[in-house]
């Protein structure tokens, strides 16, 4: 399961084994991904399974895409205002500007359900919401937190 963890940062997500290191520290987080990690080849399996990107993108009406604040402080994007409990949403330009690997995914994402085959469509509506004092981990460190962004971003369209 250690090697698990390390793939899915390191080659999937794009961090440093340094960064996985830090991981590694906190034994109670560690463990979750290490549980978290044991359904990978399944998950990996479906995706490569997947309909090919653009056809989904064609596809799509909004996509919302949700960070932890550390990361996206990381991604020099620009100042961020979010409480103890709420999420901030970041405009796009702050996503463009900002450094892989969120920046670059939201990149390719707007590349995909923007282009070409999409006539007539002013354009899926694309929005970034910002988790605030979270990085990675938001999922395991602050459930919550997540919970209440998903029911807000969800009620919101």
């Known amino acids: 399961m250690d090697r698990s963890v390390e793939v899915v940062n390191t080659h999937i997500s794009g961090f440093s ?9 906190d034994q109670y987080g560690w463990s979750t991904l290490r549980r978290l990690s044991e359904p990978l080849h399944t998950e990996l ?20 895409l949700i ?3 550390m990361n996206a402080r990381e ?21 463009d500007a900002a450094a892989a690997p969120y920046g670059a995914s939201l990149q390719d994402v707007r590349r995909l359900i923007e282009g070409p085959g999409r006539p007539g469509v002013e354009g899926p509506r694309i929005r970034t919401q910002v988790l ?12 919550e937190l997540l919970s209440r962004c998903l029911d807000v971003v969800g009620a919101s369209w």
């Open 17 to 25: 084994l340094d960064y996985v290191e830090a991981l590694r520290a």
């Open 45 to 64: 399996a479906a995706l490569n399974d997947a309909p090919n990107p653009d056809a989904l993108a064609r596809r799509a009406d909004r996509v919302d």
């Open 67 to 69: 960070v932890g604040e």
């Open 75 to 95: 991604m020099n994007a620009g100042e961020i205002y979010a409480s103890e409990t709420n999420a901030a949403e970041m405009d796009a330009a702050e996503m």
């Open 132 to 143: 605030p004092g979270q990085g990675h981990l938001a999922h395991i460190h602050a459930p």
